[in-house]
């Protein structure tokens, strides 16, 4: 089984930036795809970005393509969300999942374990 650990949130103004990471447990962390999933008050749960094993692909959900960046970094087990421009519908709880075989994944139901989550808000 694996455990994360997501930290970074907080509040920001409107085109401020947050810089999350997540801490994986376990030896194998290289063999997982990585994913971030936000969920805001009475939405769905909804793809953010992932990251493939080797950091070599990733996906972005069209709403933050061009003000998020996913990476990782397997020496330390750890993957991070660089959040640029922010904007006050980004307000959510951010998730942090993993997922075991090759497939960049979109789908919540694709992922595996997952984190506790960390809260960003962004005023107006």
């Known amino acids: 089984q694996v455990q994360l650990v997501e930290s970074g949130g907080g509040l920001v103004q409107a085109g401020g930036s947050l810089r999350l990471s997540c801490a994986a447990s376990?030896?194998?962390?290289?063999?997982?795809?990585m994913g971030w999933f936000r969920q805001a008050p009475g939405k769905e749960r909804e793809f953010v970005a992932a990251?493939?094993?080797?950091?070599?692909?990733?996906r972005y959900t069209d709403s933050v393509k061009g003000r998020f960046l996913i990476s990782r970094d397997n020496a330390k087990n750890t993957v991070t969300l660089q959040m640029n421009s922010l904007k006050p519908e980004d307000t959510a709880v951010y998730y942090c999942?993993?997922?075991?075989?090759?497939?960049?994944?979109?789908?919540?139901?694709?992922?595996?374990?997952w984190g506790q989550g960390t809260q960003v808000t962004v005023s107006s």
């Open positions: 999942a993993v997922r075991s075989g090759l497939r960049v994944g979109v789908l919540a139901n694709e992922y595996d374990y």
């Open positions: 376990g030896p194998t962390f290289s063999s997982y795809v």
């Open positions: 990251i493939s094993r080797n950091g070599g692909s990733t």
